[in-house]
């Protein structure tokens, strides 16, 4: 028997009782927590998604940027959103969920909020792209956070309940 196999036998829990454990028992506030507060950060995500859009114009005004031009930007934050899934979310199954989700939340707060004081072009597109590295480090995580903590019962709902976060934060953005 390998090494790794005595010490989950010591551990006195394996995986499969965690997982009944979950699906046998009610939801608790701890699993209500993470769901909302993926939620949150889903809000977050589709608050920053739609924002840019909404100041776009004025943007191209004070940048004297052809609008046409402007979707160079948003394509900035898509960009850093896809390689921030691709090249954290293989982290977060080697060091753990939670640290790459508050690195990436992290990472999009500072560089949304950074966004905001770009002088220029340039400027305003690599912070979009950084935000859009921590988007992506998050979203696929939140997804994969809330499916663990769900029992499977009611997973479908709560995921669809966490992720209805996104298209909010879009509404939020434009009202």
């Excluded at 394996?14 to 701890?30: E, F, G, K, Y």
């Excluded at 889903?42 to 776009?56: H, N, P, R, Y």
């Excluded at 992506?136 to 956070?145: C, E, H, K, M, W």
């Amino acid at each position: 028997m390998g090494e790794s196999m005595k010490n989950k036998k010591n551990v006195g829990v394996s995986v499969a009782d965690v997982s009944r454990q979950i699906d046998n028992n009610t939801i608790s506030w701890l699993q209500w927590r993470v769901v909302l507060l993926c939620g949150l950060v889903a809000i977050l995500d589709g608050f920053d998604t739609q924002a840019i859009a909404f100041v776009a114009p004025l943007l191209s005004e004070e940048f004297g940027i052809a609008k046409s031009e402007m979707g160079s930007i948003f394509s900035a934050a898509l960009i850093g959103l896809m390689l921030g899934a691709f090249i954290l979310s293989p982290i977060s199954d080697r060091i753990g969920r939670k640290p790459v989700i508050i690195f990436s939340c992290a990472l999009m707060g500072v560089f949304c909020l950074l966004t905001a004081t770009a002088d220029s072009a340039r400027e305003l597109m690599l912070y979009r792209f950084l935000t859009g590295l921590g988007l992506g480090g998050a979203i696929p995580n939140l997804n994969t956070l809330t499916s663990e903590y769900a029992p499977k019962r009611a997973r479908a709902a709560l995921m669809t309940f966490m992720f209805a976060g996104f298209p909010a934060g879009a509404v939020l953005g434009g009202y």
